[in-house]
């Protein structure tokens, strides 16, 4: 599968806890996003990469979120000492540059207790 | 006010059922638009690209009207396996990040 591929596929975990997750984009692809989505919202911008370089960062993101991409391949979203209103899905998407054709990984499903 | 905002529905519709979608985008410099289509706990995936001129795909039609910033999805003879909340999306252009309506939901019923 050629895809957009992301770990895990749901994680649970206590508030408090650190959580990382990892997204494979489409191997050609050197532009990388992570939004999160609640129920009943469309997907919420947090930020994106073009090779290794973080581009933008979403103003309503707090400091206890960070997102890697060292090689400019992968890439991991970290969230730090996490809140029950940081449970939603977490995904991932990616595109060549300059083009609004993103495709989706499948995403990880964070619930918070 | 929301950078894109739609109406989020339901709509109900029966099966042979013409319906139609439309978006408001606030940012006038917005390049790009599209309109993706996410099943129930499923991923966004991109229906079609909406061009200035209008464009069809089958059973769907995308219209663009710059100076109103709006955008239309029309689905003709409408199918159970339409059912699915459509997401607007717009981009700013210039390798800038895509933005996501709050999505519209269809159900279509036999």
């Known amino acids: 599968d050629t895809g957009v591929s992301q770990n895990p596929r749901h994680k649970i975990t206590k508030r408090g806890q650190n959580v990382t997750f990892r997204c494979d984009p489409i191997?050609?692809?050197?532009?990388l996003y992570w939004y999160r989505q609640t129920l009943g919202q469309g997907p919420e911008f947090l930020t994106y990469?073009?090779?290794?370089?973080?581009?933008?960062k979403s103003r309503l993101l707090s400091d206890r979120f960070s997102a890697e991409r060292p090689k400019g391949s992968f890439s991991t979203l970290e969230i730090q000492r996490t809140e029950q209103g940081d449970s939603a899905m977490y995904l991932c998407?990616?595109?060549?540059?300059?083009?609004?054709?993103?495709?989706f990984g499948q995403g990880t499903r964070l619930t918070v207790v | 006010r929301k950078e894109v905002e739609q109406d989020p529905g339901p709509f109900n519709v029966p099966e042979g059922a013409t319906v139609a979608f439309n978006c408001t985008y606030s940012?006038?410099?917005?390049?790009?638009f599209f309109w993706y289509r996410q099943d129930c706990r499923k991923e966004p995936k991109l229906l079609m690209s909406?061009?200035?001129s209008g464009n069809e795909d089958g059973r769907f039609t995308a219209q663009l009207n710059r100076a109103s910033q709006y955008i239309s999805l029309l689905i003709r003879d409408s199918k159970l396996s339409d059912s699915a909340t459509y997401l607007c999306?717009?981009?700013?252009?210039?390798?800038?990040?895509?933005?996501f309506g709050a999505g519209t939901i269809l159900r279509v019923k036999s």
């Open positions: 990469f073009q090779n290794e370089a973080q581009l933008e």
């Open positions: 191997s050609e692809h050197n532009r």
């Open positions: 940012n006038s410099a917005s390049q790009s």
């Open positions: 998407a990616s595109s060549l540059a300059y083009t609004g054709e993103a495709f």
């Open positions: 909406v061009y200035s």
């Open positions: 999306v717009v981009n700013k252009g210039g390798g800038n990040k895509l933005v």
